[in-house]
């Protein structure tokens, strides 16, 4: 991770999670939690939000509803804001029968 001798800190990747999300490329976001977990952080639920966040705003809801599956599997508990992220996703899409069961 170190190509310089330097290790990004929490603080650049979540800022990188924010640059992505915002720029509307969320497959990039989505590759970052791996890169916390390699470098030794944990991923708390404001960047996982932000992927999802990304990811719903592009219209990739398989992703996203991956994504919060792997959420829980990787120690960070989706809450409220996960799931109303998701929801209003697919309610925007008008997928109003997934929004009422997937999640």
Do not use: Q
Not at 2 to 7: D, F, H, P
Not at 15 to 33: D, G, I, K, Q
Not at 34 to 46: D, E, P, Q, R, T
Request: charged share 15%; glycine share 6%.
């Amino acid at each position: 991770m170190t190509c310089v001798g330097v290790s990004p800190s929490f603080l650049s990747l979540n800022s990188l999670v924010e640059c992505f999300v915002h720029f509307n490329v969320p497959e990039l976001a989505l590759a970052v939690p791996g890169i916390i977990l390699k470098c030794g952080f944990s991923i708390n639920v404001y960047v996982a939000n932000l992927v999802l966040k990304g990811l719903c705003y592009k219209g990739k809801f398989v992703k996203a509803v991956e994504f919060l599956d792997e959420m829980g599997r990787n120690f960070v508990l989706p809450d409220v804001v996960s799931f109303n992220t998701l929801i209003k996703g697919l309610c925007t899409v008008r997928n109003l029968n997934e929004a009422r069961y997937e999640v």
